[in-house]
């Protein structure tokens, strides 16, 4: 899976912020905004729209509310130190308090952004619990991959190289034998109805399949694709369920090959030229973009009103969880 990358063709087009605006970290090259080392998130972003790239992760502006998001880590963490407490000790109840005693402490520091009725911290809790009273780990149909060196496959960081000059990385949730096929297991709140209209915008989808394809190289295993938990956040209540999202071999050598020979070249044109082209149809996805208001402003007057509507905050793909 090493595709022969091209040379990219440059963009002609003139820079609409200075470099100096840059955040560097070490997912980057030392001397520009030019990315080396990527993952969905980021991917993600220029995928959607450069602009929007360049803003929240060449720049780091973020919007200051982070509900989902602070509702979505603790929910994980939670998770893994369940999946990580039972493969150690069996006890079903040991491990949930275990789950539930890191949620309160997460959910119980200053910088945790989520109290609306839907993501407090009651619903964070009453989430975890319901989660194994849905699918008690003593009769799930799921069981935690062991790896070789004996230690369960959850909170696995990875990073490998996709060609000569980039490398692409990330964070399993928890790897899981599934009738005898191992999959990758990932954890989704949300505030939607789960119909299959939900569950199927994970195929195609850029994490699902770059999680596959890390399953398949950074940890040797034959993953058969993701296994999606999702859970609906409701007023005074949750519900969960489950889906399948399998993928070919065909399907991630057309991931992999898209990405190499387009996206990341097309990525280094516009670091090279210093302009990152606005997709203006995409503006209103999901809700509407959350620099849609910047991108309709005069450039001039954008620097001032992104630091004082926004707060920076560096995403760098090169720490691992």
Same mark, same amino acid.
């Given at each position: 899976r090493r595709p022969h990358q091209k040379e990219p063709s440059l963009m002609a087009g003139e820079s609409s912020t200075s470099n100096a605006a840059w955040i560097g970290?070490?997912?980057? +090259?030392? @001397?520009? &905004? /030019? /990315?080396?080392?990527? @993952? *969905? #998130? *980021?991917?993600? +972003?220029?995928k959607t729209c450069p602009r929007k790239y360049q803003l929240s992760i060449i720049e780091g502006w973020q919007q200051t509310s982070a509900e989902a998001l602070d509702f979505g880590i603790a929910y994980h963490a939670a998770h893994e130190e369940f999946a990580k407490a039972f493969a150690l000790n069996p006890d079903p109840e040991a491990a949930l308090h275990a789950a539930v005693l890191l949620a309160f402490r997460i959910s119980a520091a200053p910088s945790w952004q989520s109290h609306t009725n839907r993501r407090n911290r009651y619903a964070l809790l009453r989430a975890i619990v319901w989660y194994y009273e849905t699918y008690p780990v003593t009769t799930d149909s799921l069981h935690t991959l062991i790896l070789a060196d004996n230690k369960p496959a959850v909170e696995l960081s990875f990073k490998f190289p996709i060609t000569d000059r980039y490398v692409y990385s990330g964070h399993l949730d928890r790897l899981v034998v599934f009738q005898d096929q191992v999959w990758v297991l990932d954890y989704k709140s949300t505030g939607s109805s789960m119909t299959s209209h939900f569950f199927s915008q994970f195929r195609p989808d850029t994490q699902m399949s770059g999680y596959s394809l890390a399953g398949q190289i950074a940890f040797s295993q034959p993953t058969a694709g993701v296994i999606i938990d999702g859970c609906q956040l409701l007023v005074g209540s949750a519900a969960f369920s489950r889906s399948f999202s399998p993928r070919t071999e065909d399907e991630l050598d057309l991931w992999? *090959? @898209?990405?190499?020979?387009? =996206?990341? &070249?097309l990525a280094e044109a516009c670091a090279n030229n210093g302009h990152w082209p606005m997709n203006d149809k995409a503006c209103s996805m999901y809700g509407g973009c959350q620099f849609r208001s910047i991108c309709s402003m005069p450039r001039k007057m954008q620097p001032a009103f992104l630091a004082s509507n926004f707060t920076r905050? #560096? =995403?760098d793909p090169s720490i691992p969880r």
């Open positions: 970290n070490g997912a980057f +090259a030392t @001397d520009r &905004p /030019q /990315q080396l080392l990527w @993952d *969905s #998130v *980021s991917i993600g +972003a220029f992999l *090959s @898209d990405l190499t020979e387009w =996206w990341l &070249p905050k #560096v =995403w």
